[in-house]
């Protein structure tokens, strides 16, 4: 079993940029793909970024390609979200997930997940 905890959220102004970090427990982070969802009250958890497990394939969602980048640190069991030229509709509380299944835009493929940072933008 493995532990999550996302870092990074807060409050930016539409245009601008933040780093988000999802932290693991224990020593077996590489063997898990990684994902970022979001989700808004009222709305179901959508799909944000996919990243294998050794980084050599990512997947993202239409709406964030070309803004967000998702990385990975395997040595220090983090996986990471950059988030630039940020509108309010990406306002949401994002989380990030280990993946146990080979689908890689699918929150049912997600065995973990972490508690969830809010982001703000606003215009």
């Known amino acids: 079993q493995v532990q999550l905890v996302e870092s990074g959220g807060g409050l930016v102004q539409a245009g601008g940029s933040l780093r988000l970090s999802c932290a693991a427990s224990?020593?077996?982070?590489?063997?898990?793909?990684m994902g970022w969802f979001r989700q808004t009250p009222g709305k179901e958890r959508d799909f944000v970024a996919h990243?294998?497990?050794?980084?050599?394939?990512?997947y993202y969602a239409d709406s964030v390609k070309g803004r967000f980048s998702i990385s990975r640190d395997n040595a220090k069991n983090t996986v990471y979200l950059q988030m630039n030229s940020l509108k309010p509709e990406d306002t949401a509380v994002y989380y990030c997930?280990?993946?146990?299944?080979?689908?890689?835009?699918?929150?049912?493929?997600?065995?973990?997940w972490g508690q969830g940072t809010q982001v703000t933008v606003s215009s």
């Open positions: 997930a280990a993946s146990g299944g080979i689908w890689p835009t699918s929150r049912t493929s997600y065995l973990y």
């Open positions: 224990g020593h077996t982070f590489s063997l898990y793909a």
């Open positions: 990243i294998s497990r050794s980084g050599g394939s990512i």
